[in-house]
């Protein structure tokens, strides 16, 4: 409620406009603020008596760094200085938790963890039940395509790795009726960081882009959905980006009302759960062949337009690997830092990583980790 004739918001961006009441048209609400930066909430203005609504948060968009005022009536008579801070309703914060889930929810420290389950042919079982609820048609998509490939002489496309993930469960479950269980742990620990990651974005506008991702293109949808789940639960504010004629990173993390910085993920070939350590030399060429990929141009997904991330994704990651792809990373920035490139991607993070390994699942038959 405008309880004096000062703008109840204020700001100072250079460019900023004002917001005036929309009835009377004469008092100034806010005053040199910019877009995005008010969201679900009413002001009554002081002279007319007239309430205003600010705009909804589309439930695509993440919430910047943000104050949120309490629940009801509060009397604003000096005005509040934002600072570039959004003003956010409490609608607005709870809708953006519905399709983004709880922040520390999937991969953030629990205080009391749940038991660790008994592994067991109804355990199992219940995981592939889980995994074809989660994703429906899509998984009939996929095991009509299996049937196709299984019926193919020569299958122009490998298989898809969902379906060898729930043969060998199966195969499993058979074996839990003889003398001899087994269990693929790789598999299952794969598809229970898949469920726990995908499932708190069911209710995202995103969510048919991930499933038709997962359909064909899975492993780079897979590192996709633990990249965003892992940003948004380290505090971070994550959103998706459609794909379309310009080359766009995956992922923006949004900051302030303006400010973004951007996310692109990678899942090189040679991660694809190489049978050996790759090893420093080895590492060190994925690193500069994924940015290279990446690109940094101002037409390029690392656009110096924005600060950028780049996510270099793996899958059944040797233990070796994790240490030599962080000296490798190191190394690769201080000579790109001495050369001048980059300057974006290193100065955004400033002591944060610029690179990040997400890797989808152990392996701990073979000794690797995940």
Not at 31 to 56: H, I, N, P, R
Not at 221 to 234: C, G, K, S
Request: negative net charge.
């Amino acid at each position: 409620m405008q309880a004096s004739r000062k703008p109840v918001l204020r700001d100072d961006w250079p460019d900023g406009f004002d917001y005036v009441c929309g009835h009377c048209k004469k008092m100034v609400i806010a005053s040199c603020v910019t877009e995005g930066q008010v969201w679900d909430v009413a002001f009554q203005c002081f002279l007319c008596k007239g309430v205003s609504l600010s705009s909804f948060l589309p439930l695509e968009n993440a919430l910047p760094r943000c104050v949120v005022p309490p629940p009801g009536r509060t009397d604003v008579t000096s005005g509040i200085d934002l600072q570039r801070i959004a003003l956010v309703g409490q609608a607005a914060v709870d809708r953006r938790q519905a399709v983004a889930g709880v922040k520390g929810a999937t991969f953030g420290y629990v205080a009391n963890p749940p038991p660790l389950p008994e592994v067991d042919a109804k355990f199992l079982e219940r995981v592939i039940e889980e995994v074809r609820q989660l994703l429906g048609s899509t998984f009939e998509a996929i095991e009509q395509a299996d049937r196709l490939w299984h019926e193919s002489a020569m299958p122009t496309k490998p298989r898809h790795r969902l379906m060898i993930m729930v043969e060998a469960l199966r195969s499993d479950i058979t074996s839990f009726g003889t003398a001899a269980p087994a269990c693929h742990v790789d598999y299952l620990m794969e598809l229970l960081a898949l469920l726990q990651s995908l499932e708190r974005w069911q209710k995202h506008p995103f969510w048919s882009e991930l499933l038709q991702g997962l359909y064909n293109d899975y492993r780079h949808t897979v590192i996709l959905i633990a990249a965003a789940t892992q940003l948004e639960d380290a505090g971070n504010s994550v959103e998706f980006q459609r794909t379309g004629d310009d080359r766009t990173p995956d992922l923006f993390l949004v900051l302030d009302p303006r400010e973004r910085v951007a996310v692109e993920v990678k899942m090189p070939e040679a991660l694809k759960a190489s049978s050996v350590a790759l090893g420093y030399d080895k590492l060190l060429q994925v690193i500069d062949a994924s940015m290279k990929s990446a690109g940094t141009g101002p037409s390029d997904q690392l656009s110096p337009r924005h600060p950028a991330m780049l996510v270099i994704g793996s899958f059944q990651t040797w233990p070796s690997d994790l240490g030599d792809f962080e000296r490798a990373a190191t190394y690769y920035f201080r000579e790109v830092a001495n050369s001048g490139e980059y300057k974006h991607v290193l100065d955004s993070l400033q002591n944060v990583p610029a690179l990040l390994l997400c890797s989808a699942a152990p392996d701990v038959r073979q000794g690797r980790t995940g």
